[in-house]
């Protein structure tokens, strides 16, 4: 059964990092590149950026260029993002979510994690 | 960024009613239109890509059309399960932008 697992809510003060993990299984994880989408309280879903764990090469948003890093891990066919030097107005969940294209990026999201809720609070 | 528009932003309906769902891209986006619904506490899941494709598993009560910049979502006959928030999505250019959502409410 395909399905991509996160890690648990996170609170960090302003200023601080966060680094949320998204673990893969039932399918081959370097055949699919995986997207990180954002749900902020009252506010709309959000593009944060993409991986291709074939490589690691990574694409992101405007927005967020100079503080996200996305990185994988094909021994344990995990990808993980990082945002750092973080703001109250970060605090949302975090999903991270499969492209349905094998080997390219489509921008199409077949498969969703849970979602993590990272809060922002000093 | 391409902005995504939905309307209406909320409706309430009954079982068996069709409800359409509408969205416009801020510029032509061909047919790189898609569309998930999400449930409180849960991940979007995936209904429509390309416009007008159904994802496996999607019942067919659930269609799209539209192109360029106007689309449209229609869901036949709904269901109790249906009650949701649906989301555009373009994927035509990085990075992916969404619509506000609509929530489909019980009348």
């Known amino acids: 059964q395909e399905q991509l697992v996160q890690s648990g809510a996170e609170v960090k003060k302003p200023g601080a990092s966060v680094k949320v993990s998204c673990r893969t299984s039932?399918?081959?994880?370097?055949?699919?590149?995986i997207h990180w989408v954002r749900h902020a309280p009252g506010r709309g879903l959000e593009g944060v950026g993409l991986?291709?764990?074939?490589?690691?090469?990574?694409n992101y948003a405007p927005k967020f260029q100079g503080r996200v890093t996305m990185t994988g891990d094909t021994t344990t066919s995990t990808v993980y993002m990082e945002l750092s030097s973080l703001r109250p107005d970060d605090t949302a969940v975090y999903y991270c979510?499969?492209?349905?294209?094998?080997?390219?990026?489509?921008?199409?999201?077949?498969?969703w994690g849970q979602g993590t809720l990272v809060t922002v609070s000093s | 960024d391409i902005q995504m528009t939905q309307s209406p932003s909320s409706l309430s309906a009954s079982v068996g009613d069709r409800v359409t769902i509408t969205c416009r891209a801020s510029?032509?986006?061909?047919?790189?239109l898609n569309w998930y619904h999400q449930k409180p506490g849960k991940a979007p899941n995936l209904l429509i890509y390309?416009?007008?494709s159904l994802q496996g598993g999607v019942p067919s009560r659930f269609s799209g059309s539209g192109s360029g910049t106007d689309f449209t979502l229609t869901i036949t006959s709904l269901q109790p399960e249906d009650f949701a928030t649906y989301y555009c999505?373009?994927?035509?250019?990085?990075?992916?932008?969404f619509g506000g959502g609509t929530k489909v409410e019980i009348k």
């Open positions: 991986i291709n764990p074939r490589g690691g090469s990574t």
């Open positions: 039932g399918y081959t994880f370097t055949s699919y590149y």
């Open positions: 999505q373009q994927s035509y250019m990085t990075p992916p932008t």
């Open positions: 390309g416009a007008s």
């Open positions: 979510a499969r492209d349905r294209s094998v080997g390219s990026t489509s921008g199409i999201f077949d498969i």
């Open positions: 510029q032509s986006i061909s047919t790189y």
